[in-house]
């Protein structure tokens, strides 16, 4: 029971700008809280006491960068955004917590708060762990519940609009197309109406197509904004995610979760993600009436 509501779909944590304003953000409101309403018996003239406050706000910052920057590049698989759960964010959100009050607690002891010893501190951290673990993983469970709700009844409605769509409705205008790699060679031609989806790989993109019936795939040395300027001129085509281009005619059918949406596309055997931040323009282009 436990472990299958841990593993639930879950928001993947947001772009790094997003991410670098929310640490600073809330850095500077624990400065500013703490100078305004001096909680816990902090107390001296205004520039001591704005020091000592503007410090609680670096830790504070300090401890969500870390966890935000530093692990999700040494652990890129750990924070996939096709993988990100309940139990991730939990464990993501209490490391938060705990590193946050180390920082703070040691400062504490640094200003003299307190007499520091290895004891108190464990004790201090565990204290911080019981009380934040319930009110973190509720928090987590309510937002995946709304989220969850709204993004499967959303894409409900998609569906029932795909099957209004007939696929000349949403395809791009018929054209010939010359794929190139990074040296300008040329390495693949097809028709819009044949290309099904490009997906990053790292330095390459991932062009698939079709022959008739069958998919065909091909890797190519290339980067996304290169098939983003190429395909740009054919309004058919629509860049779901940082990895993903597809063609609109090639949906078959669009699934919701906390995530947010994944599509079904003709020809590819995999869940192709649009990210929460392209959701409102995906929807509106689906919606279009033919």
Not at 69 to 75: A, G, V
Not at 125 to 137: E, M, N, Q, Y
Not at 234 to 260: C, D, L, M, Q
Request: net charge positive.
């Amino acid at each position: 029971m436990i472990k299958n509501i841990l593993s639930k779909p879950f928001p993947a944590p947001a772009e790094p700008r997003q991410r670098f304003s929310a640490s600073i953000s809330f850095g500077l409101f624990v400065g500013v809280f703490l100078f305004v309403f001096t909680p816990f018996g902090l107390h001296g003239d205004a520039l001591s006491l704005a020091l000592i406050c503007a410090g609680y706000g670096l830790i504070t910052a300090a401890g969500m960068l870390t966890m935000q920057f530093p692990l999700i590049k040494l652990f890129p698989n750990f924070y996939r955004d096709d993988g990100w759960t309940i139990g991730k964010e939990v464990l993501q959100t209490m490391g938060n917590v705990l590193l946050i009050a180390a920082g703070n607690a040691l400062y504490s002891a640094w200003l003299g708060f307190y007499a520091f010893s290895a004891g108190l501190f464990l004790l201090f951290l565990g204290i911080t762990l019981a009380v934040g673990f319930f009110p973190v993983t509720i928090m987590a469970l309510i937002k995946q519940n709304g989220l969850d709700k709204k993004y499967r009844s959303q894409s409900a409605g998609i569906n029932e609009s795909i099957s209004h769509h007939n696929d000349a409705a949403l395809a791009p205008k018929h054209a010939e197309l010359a794929f190139c790699d990074e040296e300008l060679r040329p390495v693949l031609t097809t028709f819009t109406q044949r290309l099904v989806a490009i997906e990053s790989a790292d330095n390459y993109i991932k062009i698939y197509w079709k022959e008739g019936s069958s998919a065909q795939t091909l890797m190519v040395r290339n980067t996304m904004t290169y098939a983003e300027e190429m395909l740009k001129l054919y309004p058919g085509f629509f860049r779901t995610h940082r990895s993903w281009i597809v063609n609109t005619s090639k949906i078959k059918g669009v699934e919701g979760n906390a995530r947010g949406y994944t599509l079904r596309l003709d020809g590819i055997n995999k869940d192709v993600p649009v990210a929460r931040r392209r959701i409102e323009a995906f929807d509106a282009m689906l919606n279009t009436e033919p």
